[in-house]
């Protein structure tokens, strides 16, 4: 049995194409691997907040040194990461907003990328923790942006993951879904049958098309 991490970040409900396709990869997940555990964390629904003096002073000092809010930060970041190392596989369903990934699905990783669980620093360079796992990044724009300069989403995720150590990678896009009805409806047919591929017997790579 695996645990399975899935990260949602739309503002949007029922009309959100990321949640859509989620879905549609909850039920196919299930469907292949019936014993696995899934754990769904909606960063949109419920929010993560932000980086603040409290998160890094709870990082930075001993246990008997912490104000309360301190200590109520670290509980939160311990929950989100402890989520992330007890995960097998995980799965990120990230909108562009404005070019990059949602707020919230940053403050999500600020609480989770820390040194000593997620990471740790060695004397020649920082050595990421979290490996021997797969991450699935599934990103929905509204424009065409994959391998532009204005994409500013696939390559912070990438490096942020391969940094924590995570190098089954795969990244599936469902672009240009605001450019028509057309452009949308080939888009989520595109990423839905790249879902579909995560399950088949391939080597972990990054899949952009």
Same mark, same amino acid.
């Given at each position: 049995? %695996? /645990?399975?991490?899935?990260?949602?970040?739309?503002?949007?409900?029922? $009309?959100?194409?990321?949640? *859509? #396709?989620? #879905?549609?990869?909850?039920? &196919?997940?299930?469907?292949?691997?019936?014993?696995?555990?899934?754990?769904?964390? @909606?960063?949109?629904?419920?929010?993560?907040?932000?980086?603040?003096? /409290?998160?890094?002073? %709870?990082?930075?000092?001993?246990?008997?040194?912490?104000?309360?809010?301190? *200590?109520?930060?670290?509980?939160?970041? /311990?929950?989100?990461?402890?989520?992330?190392?007890?995960?097998?596989?995980?799965?990120?369903?990230?909108?562009?907003? /404005?070019?990059?990934?949602?707020?919230?699905?940053?403050?999500?990783? @600020?609480?989770?990328?820390? +040194?000593?669980?997620?990471?740790?620093?060695?004397? +020649?360079?920082?050595?990421?923790?979290?490996?021997?796992?797969?991450?699935?990044? =599934?990103?929905? *724009?509204?424009?065409?942006?994959?391998?532009?300069?204005?994409?500013? &989403?696939?390559?912070?995720?990438?490096?942020?993951? =391969?940094?924590?150590?995570?190098?089954?990678?795969?990244?599936?896009?469902? $672009?240009?879904?605001?450019?028509?009805?057309?452009?949308?409806?080939?888009?989520?047919?595109?990423?839905?049958? =790249?879902?579909?591929?995560?399950? $088949?017997?391939?080597?972990?790579?990054?899949?952009?098309?």
């Amino acid at each position: 049995m %695996s /645990n399975v991490l899935i990260i949602e970040s739309s503002i949007r409900q029922e $009309e959100s194409v990321s949640r *859509q #396709l989620t #879905l549609k990869f909850i039920s &196919q997940w299930r469907v292949a691997h019936p014993t696995d555990q899934i754990i769904i964390r @909606d960063v949109a629904l419920n929010p993560i907040p932000h980086m603040d003096a /409290n998160l890094l002073g %709870s990082w930075m000092k001993p246990a008997g040194q912490r104000s309360e809010s301190e *200590q109520a930060c670290l509980e939160r970041s /311990n929950e989100l990461v402890n989520e992330l190392v007890k995960a097998d596989v995980l799965f990120i369903a990230s909108p562009m907003y /404005n070019f990059t990934l949602p707020s919230t699905l940053k403050a999500c990783l @600020d609480h989770e990328i820390r +040194a000593g669980v997620a990471f740790k620093y060695t004397p +020649a360079r920082a050595q990421g923790l979290l490996t021997g796992k797969r991450a699935i990044i =599934l990103t929905v *724009q509204g424009g065409i942006h994959a391998d532009d300069s204005s994409d500013y &989403q696939e390559p912070y995720l990438r490096q942020v993951l =391969l940094f924590l150590g995570i190098h089954g990678l795969t990244f599936i896009h469902a $672009e240009g879904i605001n450019v028509s009805s057309i452009f949308r409806e080939k888009a989520i047919r595109h990423a839905t049958a =790249l879902l579909a591929r995560v399950f $088949e017997p391939l080597p972990p790579e990054s899949i952009t098309d």
